[in-house]
């Protein structure tokens, strides 16, 4: 999943985005509603953590335009207010979410990952696909009941490909769900993560490469 950080304390921006990028995800980080705007302007996310109380532009105004975009993105609104009329006011705009600070991390971790399960048509938790299991929740993988120990960037792009279910998944398309903005376009960070991917999944192969389109993984 691919995630967008917007929260104005710098150090737990920080830590927000370490603890998504620890479970797997791409993280990019702003500081401020002007530049968040900005960032949703060019980049498709599936979640978007959303401090209400931003500098420059609101918090509500940035969730009021990711709606106005028209985009399958969730939104989770974090505040330092508990009560219970501003968190009805927030899901009223349209967040799907909203949690008060302080927070425990394991509680927004779940949240995140329940609305990146709702960024698209549902999904199971569990994903299935070629005598592989990849389960999104406790971060683990299995073909063919064997345990496969991957990076947190090979777990990124083996989950990009399992919910193509059966499509070609393009190179330009890996990048933009498993890394974050900071990504050179030009990378070969792609070819190298299949590689590793393809040796640690094992025999018999089972990504095939689409010459100039993208990468499959088949049944």
Known sequence: MRILV?????????????????????VDVCGDG??????????????VVLDRDLPGVHGDDVCRAIIDHGSDTRV????????????????GIGADDYLPKPFVWAELLARVQALGRR??????PVLRRAGISLDVGRHQVFRDERFVNLSRKEFAVLEVLMR?????????ELLEKAWDVNVD?????????????????????VIRTVSGVGYQLRD
């Open 76 to 91: 989770i609104m974090l505040t330092a207010s508990g009560d219970v009329a501003d968190r009805v006011h927030g899901l």
């Open 164 to 172: 193509a279910e059966g499509a070609v998944v393009s190179a330009e």
């Open 185 to 205: 376009p030009f990378t070969n960070a792609v070819r190298v993560t299949m590689m590793t991917l393809r040796r640690k999944l094992g025999e018999p192969q």
């Open 119 to 124: 960024a698209r048509p549902a999904l199971p």
């Open 6 to 26: 917007v929260e104005d304390e710098e150090m737990l921006a920080d830590a927000v985005a370490e603890g998504l990028r620890q479970a797997s995800m791409a």
């Open 34 to 47: 002007e530049q968040a705007l900005e960032y949703i302007a060019v980049n498709r996310y599936d979640v």
